[in-house]
Nanobody, 113 residues
Framework: QVQLVESGGALVQPGGSLRLSCVSSGNSFSGSTMGWYRQIPEKGREFVAHISASGITKYADSVKGRFTISRENAKKVVYLEMNQLKPEDTAVYYC???????WGQGTQVTVSS
């Protein structure tokens, strides 16, 4: 089983930036598509971005142009760089291995003045 540990969530003002990190255990990272999802209370978990093993990325329309997903296979880390943050970006952000279906515990991002 793959363990995923997210970090980097914080309280930030609108227009600010954050970088989330997700560290993976195990040997499956480099061959897996990795993703970021987010969940708002009383709503379902929604797709944010994913990056394939070869580095192909895809983004939700709501974050396109503001968020960037990247990965470092040697460190088994996937990042989510978030810029121009808006209050509607407030959520718990989860990292997932889309091949094996593992999820991290989540990290809280709050965008508020």
């Amino acid at each position: 089983q793959v363990q995923l540990v997210e970090s980097g969530g914080a309280l930030v003002q609108p227009g600010g930036s954050l970088r989330l990190s997700c560290v993976s255990s195990g040997n499956s990272f480099s061959g897996s598509t990795m993703g970021w999802y987010r969940q708002i209370p009383e709503k379902g978990r929604e797709f944010v971005a994913h990056i394939s093993a070869s580095g192909i990325t895809k983004y939700a329309d709501s974050v396109k142009g503001r968020f960037t997903i990247s990965r470092e296979n040697a460190k088994k880390v996937v990042y989510l760089e978030m810029n121009q943050l808006k209050p509607e970006d407030t959520a718990v952000y989860y990292c997932t291995n889309l091949v094996f279906g593992d999820w991290g515990q989540g990290t809280q991002v709050t965008v508020s003045s």
